[in-house]
């Protein structure tokens, strides 16, 4: 369905710049005339497929079309991506239901404040993407038409779940050229995510964490089997707690000690350990009023949440009331951490960065992060998806297919791996 249409439209691009590059051979074409062409075939192809809510509820919301506006590059600095593979994640399934709608809708229509009866509907879900390159604006200096690529979707723009997107070129990375587009669209969200609550919230990188302790709270979803490899791969002693059925899958990734959930008295059993540097909670609820306590106190630790109230705050109470508590709230706890734990509160978000994906590329390629596959559906499929990601306990991640690929074996790099980010200012990880 989706696939076949996505073939048709990419050998059309395709078709395309095969004969700006013989006529470049004859005449000299220049590159303005071939995007002006790529953007011609892309007005001709009007419609695309995509899946789409006109509404927030359960995954009865999930509608497919073949009639979705193609998106097209509008200024200097965007690339127009086929995208080839998608992934889901627990925020897919929030947003589904309308989680973080107040703030979203307003990033997306800064006037929805003052405008009377407006609907950020219909929305693409989907924050991953893997896919091609096929048109760019005259700015744009790191990307070129077939160029493969990668990236995380600012949650704000329209998603993953369609044949194309419409991106900045800071927002998008080349894709490790080790992994299928499969494999590479299990990845952008959750290094995204780690990214930012690591570095930016909790200030580690590869160059201070060789002493580090890190204990990673629900650790074999997408976000924790990433965070595992890349502290193991700056150095990091790694402690995991998930269930027992998930042990293996940490430990084969690096993890140096497991605490099964499961088995109760967690709090107990990670008392029985040296005191950690950091702890990464990708749980919330009650986890933080015990975790706390693991951490050195008066040593610069830092407790770091991906579960904040922010957003569940502002669409329950408005934008301002909301805002305010929310605050309040991490004004309380944050004095309290500091004063009576000498420990660091933080909250982290979720942060797309394509200079930040450069390096993670680099990782990748030089074999020390893999991907965690765990479920693959075809495009057709993507209500089947949805189920999958909301029952819960994540064996990593899973991944929606749009273009169908013949995938080799992770581990078999084809070529020499491709110098990423070279060009680009990019910040030390």
């Known amino acids: 369905m989706g696939c076949l249409k996505a073939t048709r439209l990419a050998l059309s691009y395709a078709r395309t710049l095969s004969l700006c590059k013989t006529s470049a051979g004859v005449g000299n074409m220049s590159s303005g005339y071939l995007r002006r062409s790529l953007s011609s075939c892309s007005r001709l192809q009007s419609s695309m497929s995509a899946w789409v809510i006109d509404q927030y509820g359960t995954n009865g919301v999930l509608s497919f079309t073949e009639e979705y506006t193609t998106p097209s590059v509008h200024f200097d600095s965007e690339v127009l991506i086929q995208i080839h593979a998608a992934s889901l994640n627990p925020l897919d399934i929030s947003m589904r239901g309308g989680y973080g709608a107040t703030i979203l809708k307003l990033r997306r229509d800064p006037l929805s404040l003052v405008k009377q009866g407006s609907s950020e509907f219909p929305i693409v879900l989907g924050r991953d993407l893997s896919g091609v390159v096929v048109d760019c604006g005259s700015g744009v200096t790191h990307f070129k038409p077939g160029d493969e690529v990668w990236a995380a979707i600012p949650p704000w723009k329209q998603g993953s779940l369609a044949e194309f997107v419409t991106l900045t ?176 509160y933080r909250w982290a978000f979720y942060a797309p960065d394509g200079p930040a994906l450069d390096q993670i590329t680099e990782l990748v390629d030089a074999g020390k992060i893999l991907p965690v596959v765990e479920a693959r559906f075809s495009f057709s499929h993507v209500p089947q998806a949805f189920l999958k990601v ?38 030390s990880l």
């Open 169 to 344: 070129e800071h927002e998008v990375s080349h894709k490790p050229r080790s992994l299928s587009h499969t494999e590479a669209a299990s990845i952008p969200y959750v290094a995204a995510t780690a990214l930012s609550a690591l570095v930016n919230a909790a200030g580690l990188c590869r160059d201070n964490c060789n002493d580090k302790r890190v204990l990673i709270i629900g650790g074999s979803g997408g976000v924790g089997t990433f965070s595992i490899q890349l502290l193991k791969a700056w150095g990091a002693h790694v402690t995991v707690t998930c269930s027992h059925n998930a042990e293996g899958l940490v430990r084969g990734l690096g993890a140096d000690e497991v605490v099964d959930y499961t088995a109760g008295d967690v709090e107990g059993r990670l008392n029985l350990m040296n005191k950690f540097d950091v702890v990464l909670d990708n749980v919330g609820g009650n986890t933080e009023q015990w975790a706390v306590g693991l951490l050195k106190p008066w040593s610069g630790a830092k407790f770091v949440t991906l579960v904040s109230p922010f957003l569940m705050n502002t669409d329950s109470m408005g934008l301002l009331d909301g805002a305010m508590r929310s605050g309040l709230t991490f004004h309380d706890k944050a004095t309290q951490n500091i004063l009576c734990n000498g420990v660091f």
């Open 390 to 427: 909301e029952q819960g306990h994540a064996r990593g991640k899973t991944v929606v297919m749009l273009v169908e690929e013949v995938e080799h074996a992770h581990g078999d790099t084809p070529e020499t791996p491709k110098e990423v980010g070279q060009h680009r200012k990019v910040k």
